[in-house]
């Protein structure tokens, strides 16, 4: 697991706590950017249940359901009971 992956999911979460959501979205799609990049699905599945708690700690859940399948899909690739 690369662990500037877990720093930019605290940040994120930090910046979302902070009220900057859309600075918050960034660093989730930096992370997820480069979870792709070392092809790490375990890191890849960090960043989307960041970004779906992100997505719950807003109340954003409208044309948000791409990300909710995606980390639903990388729960069931890690055998992860959720």
């Given at each position: 697991?690369?662990?500037?992956?877990?720093?930019?999911?605290?940040?994120?979460?930090v910046?979302?706590?902070?009220?900057d959501e859309?600075?918050a979205?960034?660093?989730?799609?930096?992370?997820?950017?480069?979870?792709?990049?070392?092809?790490?699905?375990?890191a890849?599945?960090?960043?989307?249940?960041?970004?779906?708690?992100?997505?719950a700690?807003?109340?954003?859940?409208?044309?948000?359901?791409?990300?909710?399948e995606?980390?639903m899909?990388a729960?069931?690739w890690?055998?992860?009971?959720?």
């Open positions: 697991m690369c662990w500037s992956l877990w720093l930019y999911h605290w940040l994120r979460v910046a979302a706590g902070l009220g859309q600075r979205r960034r660093f989730g799609a930096d992370a997820l950017r480069l979870a792709g990049e070392r092809h790490d699905r375990w890849a599945a960090i960043a989307l249940t960041g970004l779906c708690w992100l997505n700690a807003v109340d954003r859940f409208a044309d948000e359901e791409a990300t909710f995606d980390v899909a729960a069931r890690s055998q992860d009971p959720l």
